[in-house]
């Protein structure tokens, strides 16, 4: 049988090498004895698995000392929620930019928690708004956006500069995918199952004085400082999507970091643009700046040949190409763990379907 390429778009393939670490080690971790799925979150084993990953992560992304990395859990869509409860009190409001479902789905919820102003929607048009066309508000409690919309395939070409106010990306499937200077972020977060890990948990990077800013009445999982203040172990923390989180860390650091990640991404993608740029057959309805390196959704000519697409795709090993409903046709989701031999096998499948069907 011909390699299996997976192009979910999350959870999605994770590389084979931390799969098979993992396999390695799983019922017995480095002579422990037991499974880190069977170890106390307080113990010594889990406490240096836990440490190092956040070591790894701090220096593949060069976290300033400002800041502290949560390990989490809820998805990003608890952050939805999670960045208003704790920022939002501050000025009764805040900043949003949609620029797709994503974008959607966290201002309705921060709208439960004060006055939100989309200060840019181009969510129907794939395209992110022009740098020119920000206007903040002087007294938003922090300006929020998708850097990467993962269904629609938009990719924003800039990072906003909102001066003072603080900037809250949620980079659940862009994280990891290039260099990206922190130091412009008040909150990073998202969740892992696009480019970091399994499902299960969240990545929160926050500036140390966005913390202690919730009223009374937030829960305590919902607190940044309570979660902050523990370590991210206020409760048990998602022990083993932590551990295979540190595992894709120390792959990245081994694979060349995330300036050798950006160089093969954006290849990959470029590679697949140029594949359907050049034929009449398939389409992308992403502005030119602002596509996707990690999603990329394509259309076929004639849709009533869809289902033969994904069937034959299947059959070749290229699996999960099935565009968002709410976009249709395909999408390739090419993160980290996808080989280049991945994408040119998909590729060379487009070639060949659109010479047998066009
Ligand atoms: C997948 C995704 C989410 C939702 O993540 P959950 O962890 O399922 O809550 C939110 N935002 C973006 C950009 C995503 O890609």
Not at 161 to 190: C, H, N, Q
Not at 330 to 346: C, D, H, K, T
């Amino acid at each position: 049988m011909s390699r299996i390429y997976n192009f979910s778009a999350g959870p999605a393939a994770l590389p084979e090498a931390v799969l098979k670490q993992a396999q390695d080690e799983l019922l017995d971790w480095h002579g422990a004895g037991v499974s880190v799925m069977e170890m106390s979150h307080r113990g010594k084993e889990f406490m240096s698995i836990a440490a190092q990953a956040e070591a790894d992560l701090r220096e593949i992304m060069a976290i300033p000392d400002n800041y502290k990395v949560l390990f989490l859990q809820g998805g990003a869509s608890s952050q939805f929620a999670m960045v208003p409860m704790n920022l939002m009190g501050r000025t009764g409001k805040a900043d949003y930019i949609n620029t797709g479902s994503w974008s959607k789905k966290a201002i309705a919820e921060a709208k439960r928690y004060g006055e939100v102003n989309v200060i840019a929607d181009t969510a129907a048009d794939f395209k992110a708004p022009a740098e020119s066309d920000l206007q903040f508000s002087a007294d938003a409690a922090y300006v929020h956006y998708t850097p990467n919309e993962t269904i629609q395939g938009v990719e924003f070409p800039y990072i906003p500069d909102t001066g003072e106010i603080p900037l809250v990306a949620d980079m659940s499937s862009t994280i990891l995918s290039r260099p990206v200077d922190v130091s412009k972020f008040g909150i990073i977060y998202a969740g892992a199952q696009k480019n970091v890990g399994p499902a299960g948990l969240t990545l929160v990077i926050i500036r140390e004085d966005l913390i202690g800013h919730a009223p009374d009445s937030c829960p305590a999982m919902m607190n940044y400082q309570i979660h902050a203040d523990n370590g991210s172990m206020y409760n048990t923390p998602p022990t083993y999507a932590w551990y295979l989180a540190g595992l894709v860390f120390k792959w990245l650091k081994e694979n060349g970091g995330l300036d050798v990640m950006a160089v093969v991404n954006e290849r990959k993608a470029e590679s697949l643009y140029n594949t359907i740029d050049d034929s009449g057959f398939y389409a992308n309805p992403v502005d030119p700046e602002c596509r996707s390196w990690m999603n990329v959704p394509f259309t076929l000519a004639n849709p009533d040949l869809d289902g033969k697409f994904l069937e034959e795709a299947s059959a070749k090993g290229l699996k999960s190409l099935k565009g968002h409903r709410s976009v249709g046709g395909m999408r390739a989701s090419i993160y980290n763990a996808m080989p280049e031999e991945g994408v040119q096998a998909l590729i060379a499948f487009m070639h060949e379907f659109e010479k047998a069907n066009a």
